[in-house]
């Protein structure tokens, strides 16, 4: 008897368990466009996936109190499905494939670093969903993948600006970098930096070295650096790992400057560095402090909203989402079936040849990637972001 | 030479952090034959038990100094995070032992907890990262090339002692008989009057209470606190443990360094994406040539 009871229990939890299963299959009455979001909520940059979250809903909340997206004279109310990837690759493509199998989304927003993209983008290139990543700066992203959009520049763009820069600044002759050999965009952005700095002939990279995305203790790599006598460490991580090097570089006797990328750019890097970071100069999308037009009326109300500055993560999703409602425009019609929006979105991204965003105007070239202005930006004395140059191609 | 004697003191003091957590591993298993999978995320909890204190007393309600701070915050925090540590004896790993389950069920249990605890905190607190506060104001000495901050000699100096104090302990006092005793045979012990259970609470004092030191300093040096923080120098300095012969005090303690000087080094020598390939490798030729770690010894009492 007493057997019987476990294996009905068991069996009740099974059905249970299979019900959550099911609870995703129910009909919506009203037609929506189901929009997919592949963030990184926790994990190593969760500030990141924060961002882009919030800048979302406020654009989400904009659409669907105005009734919906107008689509040939109808208006469709839009949805959006977040998911955490944790900051990992793994988990960014399993859930680009929760969205695409499961949740039935017609298009993907994310995942934001280069780290997710790169596979992410993959997995829904060959599903034959439009995917856009805001942030991801590497070009095997969308490279050969007609169905992977961005709206960031790329790094053999960003590679020689920061290479530039530094060059003229600090008048450097030699350079050193230190990158996360773990993490696609910080290895590939390095690799770039190299090439383009030897290509400019001022001097050689003497330092070149790497660490493992959860290492907190880099004084051997930064012992090796220092005793090259650098003029300058480029240090193309995230925000979390910058704030380490930064100090540790500083303890060990380093007393030169510092180059940064634009992953540097979050509101957590100078709250987690402190003083030791300023007067530090990195390359971004966009500087919040000194914004004019469409750009500063989203600045003001996130401000409002979430008691913060838009990072350039979260601007860069903002206009994900503009392409992203201006291919669905393109489209013309909202198809009940999710196979044929997507191909729809997929057209109507690839016809767009020039889009007017708040980082920026940028424009499409033959690959889908856009071309635009990147921003170098200096820390200030009280941790702000500040305009230093802005460098077009 | 300076080059050199920069990463001496730079291994030194990052193993001085393997020391620090796997002399915890090794009181644990010397005792109770348990690998407490669990160790590295009481060292997690013991960072940001020490981080909830210093902003506390930092904090306009208290408004100690830096300095005050810092001496009060150490006991505190070992005091707390041995509070956690002997919480999960009492709860996950007691009632195991007294049903005489597998030691195998036992390690498993020490796993769940060990996610328990990085999951748990991150529900609790999120996922943003933590700022330590400085409790210490840094000072930087150089000599030459040579740089010196006076929180590296604070932590080599702590694992030091923590070393002679546990290793004084276990080998010298009663009650650390009593420890090496339970390792040698713990149904005769109980025969002998010597109460079992309190020896093994005493045992995950000790060991939890260094963890906390440990993610005190560790907090301090590298001031950055996320859930995850424990999993893989919990992970590494385990094999630093099994690499000098888990279970005994010395083995854990020049464990934890060679593996400091062994992943510097690899650095100093090699492009640095080799490190933990060459490491690991050189780990695992130790084991290879010496299966039972440095210090371990085939079947005898471990502790």
Same mark, same amino acid.
């Given at each position: 008897?007493?057997?019987?009871?476990?294996?009905?229990?068991?069996?009740?939890?099974?059905?249970?368990?299979?019900?959550?299963?099911?609870?995703?299959?129910?009909?919506?009455?009203?037609?929506?466009?189901?929009?997919?979001?592949?963030?990184?909520?926790?994990?190593?940059?969760?500030?990141?996936?924060?961002?882009?979250?919030?800048?979302?809903?406020?654009?989400?909340?904009?659409?669907?109190?105005?009734?919906?997206?107008?689509?040939?004279?109808?208006?469709?109310?839009?949805?959006?499905?977040?998911?955490?990837?944790?900051?990992?690759?793994?988990?960014?493509?399993?859930?680009?494939?929760?969205?695409?199998?499961?949740?039935?989304?017609?298009?993907?927003?994310?995942?934001?670093?280069?780290?997710?993209?790169?596979?992410?983008?993959?997995?829904?290139?060959?599903?034959?969903?439009?995917?856009?990543?805001?942030?991801?700066?590497?070009?095997?992203?969308?490279?050969?993948?007609?169905?992977?959009?961005?709206?960031?520049?790329?790094?053999?763009?960003?590679?020689?600006?920061?290479?530039?820069?530094?060059?003229?600044?600090?008048?450097?002759?030699?350079?050193?970098?230190?990158?996360?050999?773990?993490?696609?965009?910080?290895?590939?952005?390095?690799?770039?930096?190299?090439?383009?700095?030897?290509?400019?002939?001022?001097?050689?990279?003497?330092?070149?070295?790497?660490?493992?995305?959860?290492?907190?203790?880099?004084?051997?790599?930064?012992?090796?650096?220092?005793?090259?006598?650098?003029?300058?460490?480029?240090?193309?991580?995230?925000?979390?790992?910058?704030?380490?090097?930064?100090?540790?570089?500083?303890?060990?006797?380093?007393?030169?400057?510092?180059?940064?990328?634009?992953?540097?750019?979050?509101?957590?890097?100078?709250?987690?560095?402190?003083?030791?970071?300023?007067?530090?100069?990195?390359?971004?999308?966009?500087?919040?402090?000194?914004?004019?037009?469409?750009?500063?009326?989203?600045?003001?109300?996130?401000?409002?909203?979430?008691?913060?500055?838009?990072?350039?993560?979260?601007?860069?999703?903002?206009?994900?989402?503009?392409?992203?409602?201006?291919?669905?425009?393109?489209?013309?019609?909202?198809?009940?079936?999710?196979?044929?929006?997507?191909?729809?979105?997929?057209?109507?991204?690839?016809?767009?040849?020039?889009?007017?965003?708040?980082?920026?105007?940028?424009?499409?070239?033959?690959?889908?990637?856009?071309?635009?202005?990147?921003?170098?930006?200096?820390?200030?004395?009280?941790?702000?972001?500040?305009?230093?140059?802005?460098?077009?191609? | 030479?300076?080059?050199?004697?920069?990463?001496?003191?730079?291994?030194?003091?990052?193993?001085?952090?393997?020391?620090?957590?796997?002399?915890?591993?090794?009181?644990?298993?010397?005792?109770?034959?348990?690998?407490?999978?669990?160790?590295?995320?009481?060292?997690?909890?013991?960072?940001?038990?020490?981080?909830?204190?210093?902003?506390?007393?930092?904090?306009?309600?208290?408004?100690?100094?830096? *300095?005050?701070?810092?001496?009060?915050?150490?006991? /505190?925090?070992?005091? !707390?995070? %041995?509070?956690?540590?002997?919480? $999960? +004896?009492?709860?996950?790993?007691?009632?195991?032992?007294?049903?005489?389950?597998?030691?195998?069920?036992?390690?498993?249990?020490?796993?769940?907890?060990?996610?328990?605890?990085?999951?748990?905190?991150?529900?609790?607190?999120?996922?943003?990262?933590?700022?330590?506060?400085?409790?210490?104001?840094?000072?930087?000495?150089?000599?030459?090339?040579?740089?010196?901050?006076?929180?590296?000699?604070?932590?080599?100096?702590?694992?030091?002692?923590?070393?002679?104090?546990?290793?004084?302990?276990?080998?010298?006092?009663?009650?650390?008989?009593?420890?090496?005793?339970?390792?040698?045979?713990?149904?005769?012990?109980?025969?002998?009057?010597?109460?079992?259970?309190?020896?093994?609470?005493?045992? *995950?004092?000790?060991?939890?209470?260094?963890?906390? /030191?440990?993610?005190? !300093?560790? %907090?301090?040096?590298?001031?950055? $606190? +996320?859930?995850?923080?424990?999993?893989?120098?919990?992970?590494?300095?385990?094999?630093?443990?099994?690499?000098?012969?888990?279970?005994?005090?010395?083995?854990?303690?020049?464990?934890?360094?060679?593996?400091?000087?062994?992943?510097?080094?690899?650095?100093?020598?090699?492009?640095?994406?080799?490190?933990?390939?060459?490491?690991?490798?050189?780990?695992?030729?130790?084991?290879?040539?010496?299966?039972?770690?440095?210090?371990?010894?085939?079947?005898?009492?471990?502790?």
């Amino acid at each position: 008897m007493k057997a019987f009871f476990k294996g009905a229990g068991l069996l009740g939890l099974m059905l249970v368990c299979s019900a959550f299963l099911l609870a995703g299959c129910g009909e919506d009455k009203v037609q929506t466009i189901k929009i997919g979001f592949n963030l990184p909520l926790t994990g190593d940059i969760p500030e990141v996936g924060e961002g882009s979250k919030n800048a979302a809903e406020m654009y989400l909340k904009d659409i669907n109190d105005a009734g919906g997206l107008d689509v040939g004279g109808t208006k469709y109310p839009l949805e959006f499905v977040y998911m955490d990837n944790e900051s990992k690759a793994e988990s960014a493509t399993n859930v680009a494939l929760k969205l695409i199998d499961q949740e039935k989304v017609v298009a993907i927003i994310g995942p934001n670093s280069s780290k997710q993209a790169v596979p992410a983008g993959g997995t829904c290139n060959d599903n034959r969903v439009p995917m856009i990543s805001p942030w991801s700066t590497n070009p095997s992203t969308t490279l050969d993948r007609p169905w992977v959009f961005r709206a960031a520049f790329l790094d053999p763009f960003q590679g020689p600006v920061v290479a530039d820069f530094a060059a003229k600044k600090f008048n450097a002759k030699t350079a050193a970098v230190l990158f996360d050999v773990s993490n696609d965009y910080s290895k590939g952005l390095a690799e770039i930096f190299k090439t383009s700095w030897e290509a400019k002939g001022l001097g050689p990279v003497v330092a070149f070295e790497s660490h493992g995305t959860k290492d907190q203790d880099f004084s051997a790599q930064l012992t090796k650096i220092v005793s090259t006598n650098p003029d300058f460490l480029f240090v193309p991580n995230n925000y979390n790992q910058v704030a380490l090097i930064v100090n540790q570089a500083r303890d060990l006797g380093y007393k030169g400057p510092f180059m940064g990328s634009d992953a540097w750019g979050t509101p957590d890097l100078v709250k987690l560095c402190g003083e030791q970071c300023y007067g530090n100069y990195f390359s971004t999308h966009y500087a919040a402090a000194g914004a004019q037009g469409a750009t500063k009326v989203f600045i003001d109300r996130y401000t409002e909203l979430y008691g913060a500055t838009p990072a350039d993560y979260a601007a860069l999703t903002w206009d994900s989402i503009g392409m992203l409602v201006e291919a669905i425009k393109n489209a013309g019609q909202v198809y009940s079936d999710p196979v044929e929006m997507r191909t729809a979105i997929r057209d109507g991204l690839a016809a767009i040849k020039s889009f007017d965003g708040i980082t920026g105007a940028s424009k499409f070239d033959a690959q889908g990637d856009p071309i635009k202005c990147a921003v170098v930006v200096k820390i200030s004395d009280d941790g702000e972001f500040v305009f230093e140059e802005s460098v077009c191609p | 030479m300076d080059f050199i004697i920069q990463n001496i003191l730079n291994a030194l003091q990052w193993g001085s952090f393997y020391a620090l957590i796997a002399l915890g591993y090794t009181l644990v298993y010397g005792v109770l034959r348990l690998i407490n999978f669990a160790h590295g995320d009481i060292f997690m909890v013991g960072a940001y038990i020490a981080f909830f204190l210093a902003t506390t007393m930092l904090g306009p309600s208290f408004g100690l100094s830096p *300095f005050m701070t810092f001496v009060i915050a150490v006991p /505190l925090t070992m005091a !707390l995070t %041995a509070c956690v540590g002997v919480t $999960l +004896e009492r709860i996950a790993y007691r009632p195991l032992r007294r049903k005489g389950a597998h030691r195998l069920y036992v390690v498993i249990t020490a796993l769940m907890c060990g996610l328990i605890l990085e999951y748990g905190n991150l529900a609790v607190l999120g996922a943003s990262r933590l700022k330590f506060p400085d409790l210490i104001e840094k000072s930087i000495w150089s000599v030459g090339d040579v740089t010196m901050t006076n929180l590296k000699v604070i932590v080599i100096v702590a694992a030091v002692v923590v070393f002679i104090f546990l290793n004084f302990i276990v080998t010298k006092t009663k009650i650390g008989m009593a420890m090496r005793g339970i390792s040698y045979d713990k149904f005769a012990i109980p025969l002998m009057g010597i109460p079992i259970d309190s020896i093994i609470v005493f045992t *995950f004092i000790l060991g939890s209470g260094f963890a906390g /030191l440990a993610g005190l !300093l560790f %907090a301090m040096s590298y001031p950055i $606190l +996320e859930p995850f923080m424990g999993m893989i120098i919990g992970w590494k300095a385990f094999i630093a443990a099994v690499v000098g012969g888990i279970g005994d005090i010395r083995g854990a303690f020049y464990g934890g360094f060679l593996l400091g000087f062994i992943e510097v080094g690899v650095v100093t020598v090699f492009p640095s994406t080799y490190r933990d390939l060459f490491a690991f490798s050189i780990l695992l030729l130790i084991l290879w040539i010496k299966p039972t770690g440095l210090f371990g010894m085939p079947q005898s009492t471990k502790i």
